[in-house]
């Protein structure tokens, strides 16, 4: 069994920055991509970033050039550093993994965080 758990969320000004740390543990064999969603109200859940296993990243259109994603592997960590952040960036943000685990059997799953609010006022 997989967690994970997301961290860094806040209240920030239009222009600031936060940034996201998501640490997964439990029977993990390794790690394939990991990436960040967010879901503001009345809006359905969106990607906002991802990373390969090789450090592929894709962004949405509407962060790219603010947002950076980054992991550390040693740690079972995934990052999002939010920068020039916006109202319309307020939403939760959710940890995603796709995690190869080692108990009871090697599988492949998805695993979602419980999420951490982002908050940017104007």
């Known amino acids: 069994q997989v967690q994970l758990v997301e961290s860094g969320g806040g209240l920030v000004q239009a222009g600031g920055s936060l940034r996201l740390s998501c640490a997964a543990s439990g029977n993990i064999f390794s790690i394939n991509a990991m990436g960040w969603y967010r879901q503001a109200p009345g809006k359905q859940r969106e990607l906002v970033a991802t990373?390969?296993?090789?450090?592929?990243?894709r962004y949405a259109d509407s962060v790219k050039g603010r947002f950076t994603i980054s992991r550390d592997n040693a740690k079972n960590t995934v990052y999002l550093e939010m920068n020039s952040l916006k109202p319309e960036d307020t939403a939760r943000y959710y940890c995603?993994?796709?995690?190869?685990?080692?108990?009871?059997?090697?599988?492949?799953?998805?695993?979602w965080g419980q999420g951490t609010q982002v908050t940017v006022s104007s």
């Open positions: 995603n993994m796709e995690v190869r685990v080692s108990s009871p059997r090697i599988a492949e799953y998805v695993y």
């Open positions: 990373i390969s296993n090789g450090d592929r990243i």
